[in-house]
């Protein structure tokens, strides 16, 4: 097993700033939400010269943006306010100029958003996720969702999905509004035959293993903060 270090960009995904940025003043939408979330496409910055020079480091970086885009971390200011399917919310990562779309597509049987995130070096990011419910346990309400990403490169070469379970969970905090947080898992795989799983835990470490088609073995970890 090789332990990497990642050189990925120092940004600020947790605490109180984050969230009024997902979560503005002025109130947010549930599909202008994900959109928000989504808007950390910085972690893929690249990742074109990855997909073509180190394969099994771009899946690792993919599967690291997938699960920091299908959560928050922080205070939960509110609940972002629901509207009819079909609703569509575009807008650009202020960090990138990544365009974001995010379409709610229905609400039976469960909350299903499909997104679309063109990155500017040509690549893109698509995917869909359900809110399935919410689950109540000693840890706070969980909302699990399914949730599937994939990723392709700006000629379609390199291709690659992520697929699992990442659950928003609402935990109580003695004095201070609740915290909103994730933890899951995502099985990763790309068409050059890597194949990995990612964890999520609800300190915000991701854990990442890929093994290559060769049988070498990479291992990463990212903290979200």
Excluded: C
């Excluded at 960009?9 to 979330?37: C, D, F, K, Q, S």
């Excluded at 990155?119 to 689950?135: F, M, N, R």
């Excluded at 995502?186 to 609800?202: A, K, T, V």
Aim: charged share 20%; glycine share 12%; no cysteine.
């Amino acid at each position: 097993m090789i332990d990497l270090e990642l050189t990925l960009p120092a940004l600020a995904l947790a605490g109180t700033h984050r969230m009024n940025y997902e979560l503005p003043p002025g109130g947010i939408t549930l599909t202008g939400y994900v959109v928000r979330r989504l808007h950390k496409t910085r972690l893929l910055e690249g990742i074109e010269r990855l997909a073509q020079e180190q394969p099994a480091l771009g899946l690792i970086q993919f599967g690291i943006y997938a699960a920091s885009g299908a959560t928050s971390w922080g205070p939960a200011l509110y609940q972002p306010t629901f509207h009819r399917p079909g609703a569509v919310v575009s807008e650009a990562d202020p960090d990138t100029g990544a365009a974001v779309t995010a379409r709610y597509v229905t609400d039976q049987p469960h909350y299903t958003f499909h997104f679309d995130v063109r990155l500017p070096d040509g690549g893109a990011v698509q995917g869909e996720e359900s809110i399935t419910g919410t689950t109540v346990g000693w840890q706070g309400l969980g909302m699990p969702a399914p949730s599937h990403f994939t990723y392709r490169n700006i000629d379609e070469s390199y291709q690659a999905a992520a697929d699992g379970i990442i659950t928003s969970e609402l935990a109580p905090r003695l004095l201070q509004s609740w915290l909103v947080r994730g933890y899951g898992e995502l099985q990763l795989s790309d068409n050059i035959g890597n194949r990995g799983r990612l964890r999520l835990n609800r300190k915000g470490i991701i854990g990442v293993e890929v093994q290559g088609p060769t049988g070498k073995s990479y291992r990463a970890e990212y903290q979200i903060r």
